[in-house]
């Protein structure tokens, strides 16, 4: 049974416009989320992270926002641009365990010019 | 460049093959872990080293033996492998093993097995 899931398995965005990638998650003791980034032939790569404290953490273009009693969080890239293209991880863990990062299944996003 | 080098990038292997694939960090990290993405799955935990211990193994086959000869270096011998062993194979390492840390991950070795 998935723990973390991403349901939207691809996303296509035109350039210059808001990306929202969407996350769910289903065990309650998990209380750290990442994004990771992954392009083709590369490991993925950490994007932006936020604890279970704040319900949005900034970085620039990207914005995570955590929904707690809904257990979902979202990626918001804006402006979206094509070399944003690439396979969105969604990632979970729980702090006060050696709890190790549980993923999704990813979203290919695209950006088109 | 994530300071973690996974060789070789690209490997296919016959069923009665043994290889072993190699993951070098340059952080200065205590964890260690494989990862496998099959097509279409989420990332797949298999082995953790903590400071060159082995913390968990998620009932991964015997077929796959990890070894972690100091916290710098890991590896994943393989040996008498199946088709469905095929995935991109990671290799991350983070500061601690604990929750909420950072993983950070090499290019990955694409696997074939035939």
């Known amino acids: 049974d998935q723990q973390v899931k991403q349901n939207s398995p691809s996303l296509s965005v035109q350039e210059g416009r808001i990306s929202i990638l969407n996350c769910d998650y289903t065990?309650?003791?998990?209380?750290?989320f990442l994004w990771y980034k992954k392009y083709p032939a590369e490991g993925p790569t950490f994007l932006i992270s936020?604890?279970?404290?704040?319900d949005k953490n900034e970085d620039g273009r990207f914005t995570v926002f955590l929904n707690k009693s809904a257990k979902h969080l979202s990626l918001h890239i804006v402006p979206s641009q094509p070399g944003d293209s690439a396979v969105y991880f969604c990632?979970?863990?729980?702090?006060?365990?050696?709890?190790?990062?549980?993923f999704g299944k990813g979203t290919k996003l695209s950006v088109k010019p | 460049e994530t300071g973690v080098t996974q060789t070789p990038r690209h490997l296919v292997m016959g069923m009665t093959n043994k290889k072993s694939l190699k993951c070098e960090q340059h952080?200065?990290?205590?964890?260690m872990y494989w990862y496998k993405q099959s097509a279409k799955k989420p990332l797949e935990l298999m082995f953790v080293?903590?400071?060159?211990?082995?913390?968990e193994n998620n009932s991964v086959p015997s077929r796959f033996s990890p070894e972690c000869p100091n916290s710098s270096h890991l590896f994943l011998h393989l040996h008498t492998l199946q088709p469905e062993d095929s995935a991109l194979y990671l290799c991350?390492?983070?500061?601690?093993?604990?929750?909420?840390?950072?993983?950070?991950f090499g290019s990955g070795t694409q696997l074939s097995v035939l």
């Open positions: 991350a390492s983070s500061q601690e093993k604990r929750g909420g840390e950072k993983l950070f």
């Open positions: 065990n309650s003791m998990f209380d750290y």
């Open positions: 936020i604890s279970s404290i704040k």
């Open positions: 990632a979970a863990s729980a702090m006060g365990s050696q709890g190790n990062l549980i």
């Open positions: 952080l200065g990290h205590n964890a």
């Open positions: 080293y903590s400071l060159e211990e082995r913390v």
